[in-house]
C-alpha cells in the first residue's frame, strides 16, 4: 500500500487559522503566495540565497522557499502582510518608509521581515560574525552599520538600496529602544 503524498494541515498566518490540503513537497512561499493569496512574500531565487521570501516563523527569519509548509504546521507565522499593527506601521516599516530603505520595492518585504527578526536577535545578545567580542560575558554587541550589514546580509537587493535599508535598520533599533525605555518600570517588572 502507497503512503500518501499529501496532507491537510492547519498553518497559524498573521493571527489566523487556514487549514489546507497540501503536497508534502509544498514549500511555504508556495503556499502562502499561490494557496492562501498572500502575495506580499515574494519568490526571488527559489533557491534560499536572496531572502525576498523571509517571513517569521515563531518570531525567527525563514526562508520561506525552503521551509516546507508540512513543516510549519502548528507554528506562528508572520508575513509582511501580518507586520503592522492595523493601520499602525511596525517601526522598521515606518523607518524603511521615511529613509527610503526600498527602490523597486520587490525585496522590501523580505527586508523587513528580515530586520524584525535580526532586531531581535541582536536584543536577545546573539552575536554576529562582525561582533569584536562574542564572548556572552561581553554582553549585547553595538548596533553599527558594519554590525547591521553582517546580520542583513542574506538579504539582497538588486536596485542595491543598501545605504538606505542600513539607516532604515540603525532608525527602528533606536526607535524600539526609545519605546522599551519609555515603559514604566512596574510594566518591566510585569513583563520580567
Known amino acids: 500500500m502507497a503512503l500518501s503524498t499529501s496532507s491537510v494541515i492547519t498553518l497559524h498566518i498573521n493571527g489566523e487559522k487556514h487549514t489546507l490540503p497540501v503536497d508534502h513537497r509544498t514549500t511555504l512561499l508556495d503556499a502562502l503566495r499561490e494557496r492562501l493569496d498572500l502575495t506580499g512574500t515574494k519568490k526571488g531565487c527559489d533557491q534560499g540565497q536572496c531572502g ?18 508540512v513543516a510549519a504546521e502548528g507554528r506562528e507565522i508572520t508575513t509582511i502582510e501580518g507586520v503592522a499593527d492595523g493601520d499602525h506601521l511596525h517601526p522598521v516599516q515606518q523607518a524603511f518608509l ?12 523580505g527586508q523587513i521581515c528580515s530586520a524584525i527578526g535580526m532586531l531581535a536577535e541582536h536584543a536577545a545578545g546573539w552575536p554576529s560574525a562582525a561582533s ?3 564572548r556572552p560575558a561581553a554582553g549585547q554587541p553595538p548596533l553599527t552599520p558594519d554590525e547591521i550589514r553582517e546580520r542583513m546580509s542574506g538579504n539582497l537587493c538588486r536596485c542595491s538600496a543598501y545605504t538606505s535599508i542600513v539607516e532604515a535598520v540603525a532608525r527602528a533599533a533606536e526607535a524600539d529602544a526609545s519605546s522599551a525605555a519609555d515603559v514604566p518600570a512596574q510594566s518591566k517588572e510585569a513583563a520580567a
Not at 52 to 69: K, P, Y
Open 52 to 69: 525576498a521570501c523571509t517571513v517569521l516563523v515563531d518570531g525567527r527569519r525563514t526562508v520561506a522557499c525552503l521551509q516546507l509548509a
Open 98 to 109: 521615511e529613509l527610503d530603505g526600498y527602490q523597486c520595492g520587490y525585496c522590501t518585504p
Open 132 to 134: 569584536d567580542d562574542v
